[in-house]
């Protein structure tokens, strides 16, 4: 490989370079620095390089060629990461497959991507026992310690070298499934080398050291975890959230990076003891995936050193918006602006582009998008829009408006938009409003069937630790503070909202679960 020396050289200009290549280069270049920690055990990266390889020589000498798909079905771990990128060495394509799936998603996601081989750790295994007799391939052990375990499977010969491209296959991240049949998103070695030219902006090559605690079947996760590792630093590993154990691995390893999700900054900061650890190290905290407040943005800003950085964008590909907080503080509200090379518009629902200040659909084209939905072209073209010129773009599916200095402020989901009398109402506006309230620490609105208005709002309400309020004062409160349009037709105390493991609130169940326990609101 033709790679500089020096972390602080990388060619990050150059057309494309592979990450398991760049993983070799800094095996070379700091064999001894650490790549991988997690609990007690630590991989530097000579010693990441060589199992990877080793991963890399077993699966060519089991007759796998590039292109081929290998799944994973696992909690965060190392040997997890370590199959992950020997696969990528071998020229494979990786699904990582969520765990919390049921049994019956995970045998559809299998059959959509064949996969030559699943890697399950032993929490999955035991989840796919009772279908075990009806899964495409076969399957070994992430744990280190069976017979048919990642130890006894590795070769210990060297891998024929693979000239990764660009254009092939990097990964399939299954969407969550929660609006129907989980769809396999193809993204590129491109895409993956576009985000890791991206992050470097944000110092990742520098002694950089990430703190993961997001799942790596997560896209979420991947777009912090691996321009780590492409770019020689340091990755910590947590297997699941917790947020004490979070913070003492923060101070621990001198964390100057993170990628969480709104859930988990709310978590961290309503801690009693939060101050009581040393973050001084950061030096940017990143989010994505969920709708992240304003106040809360304000919060991590005040209490927590370094920069914040908040991303707008698809696991699609389709574009991407980025705030960095801690420059536009009067900008917290929004998700900010167009990230270089990254053309984001808003369209009507007749395709027609809107001007600045309009509410549409918003659509993005970007130089890392999916190549589209595996073994779905309908799915990959309802997904698309094309401008007049015939440029491509991905629908993401939320409501949103661009403010006069180009930031773009989010509504809603397009399918969560709740239309009551004729008039739009957007959930995220209700659910602000309700945040106010001190008694109430979260809460979701969805629409249900109306007779009289077609469909009503209401709001799925967590009180806040030590609160008694009735759910009747405060719908009375509420409606008191809205127009008639938006008033609430119930409030529901619930104990938590359900949410995706990357934390997005499934709204979805509780529509199912109100018109279970309840038909309409009429």
């Known amino acids: 490989m033709d790679l500089p020396n020096s972390p602080d050289a990388l060619d990050l200009d150059r057309a494309f370079a592979a990450v398991p290549d760049l993983i070799a280069h ?12 997690q609990d007690e055990r630590r991989l530097s990266y000579a010693e990441l390089d060589t199992l990877i390889s080793r991963v890399a020589a077993a699966l060519q000498r089991d007759g796998m ?46 059959a959509d991507a064949a996969p030559r081989l699943l890697f399950v750790d032993t929490h999955a295994g035991q989840h796919l026992e009772p279908v075990k007799t009806r899964l495409p391939c076969s399957v070994r052990y992430l744990d280190q310690t069976t017979e048919h375990g990642l130890s006894a499977w590795l070769s210990d010969a060297t891998p024929k070298p693979v000239a990764i491209q660009p254009g092939w296959a990097f990964n399939i991240i299954y969407s969550s499934g929660t609006t129907g049949e989980p769809k396999g998103i193809v993204q590129s070695h491109a895409m993956r080398w ?124 389709g574009g991407t918006c980025i705030l960095a907080g801690h420059e536009y503080p009067n900008k917290l509200h929004t998700v900010g602006r167009p990230a270089e090379g990254h053309d984001i518009r808003v369209i009507d629902d007749d395709g027609h582009e809107l001007p600045v200040g309009s509410i549409g659909e918003i659509v993005g084209h970007s130089p890392a998008m999916m190549t589209g939905y595996l073994n779905k072209p309908e799915k990959t073209a309802e997904a ?5 010129s015939g440029k491509r773009f991905i629908r993401t599916g939320d409501i949103g408006r661009f ?13 969560d938009m709740i239309i009551s009398g004729g008039f739009n109402l957007y959930p995220s506006d209700l659910e ?26 209401v709001a799925f309400v967590v009180l806040a630790e030590g609160q008694t309020e009735a759910p009747e004062a405060l719908l009375d409160e509420f409606n008191g503070r809205v127009g008639k349009t938006q008033r609430l037709a119930r409030l529901v105390l619930t104990d938590e909202l359900p ?23 009429d």
């Open 26 to 37: 800094w095996a070379i270049e700091r064999p001894d620095h650490p790549a991988l920690i």
């Open 65 to 110: 060629q590039p292109g081929n798909v290998l799944a994973i079905c696992g909690y965060n771990s190392i040997d997890y990461a370590v199959v992950f990128l020997g696969a990528l060495r071998a020229g494979m394509a990786v699904a990582p497959l969520a765990p919390s799936a049921s049994a019956k998603s995970l045998l559809t996601m299998l």
């Open 194 to 317: 576009a985000h890791v030219r991206r992050s470097a902006a944000y110092g990742y090559g520098d002694n950089a050291t990430t703190l993961i605690s997001t799942p790596l079947y997560s896209n979420t996760t991947l777009v912090a975890f691996l321009p780590t590792l492409a770019l020689g630093s340091s990755v910590v590993l947590m297997s699941k959230f917790d947020a004490g154990e979070y913070l003492r691995l923060a101070q621990l390893h001198a964390v100057t990076h993170t990628m969480l999700v709104p859930v988990q900054y709310q978590r961290l900061m309503a801690r009693e003891d939060f101050e009581q650890y040393d973050l001084s190290h950061f030096r940017y905290k990143m989010c994505t995936s969920a709708p992240f407040s304003a106040a809360l943005k304000a919060d991590v800003l005040a209490r927590w050193p370094g920069g914040l950085i908040d991303t707008y964008g698809m696991t699609e590909g």
């Open 384 to 388: 698309e829009w094309f401008d007049p």
């Open 403 to 415: 403010d006069a200095d180009g930031f773009l402020t989010l509504l809603d989901r397009k399918k």
């Open 432 to 457: 602000a409003i309700l945040r106010e309230h001190p008694a109430i620490a979260d809460v979701a609105v969805i629409g249900v069937p109306s007779t009289r208005w077609g469909e009503t709002p």
């Open 499 to 521: 949410r995706s493991a990357i934390g997005k609130v499934l709204k979805r169940e509780l529509r199912d679960r109100y018109q279970a326990e309840h038909g309409s609101a």
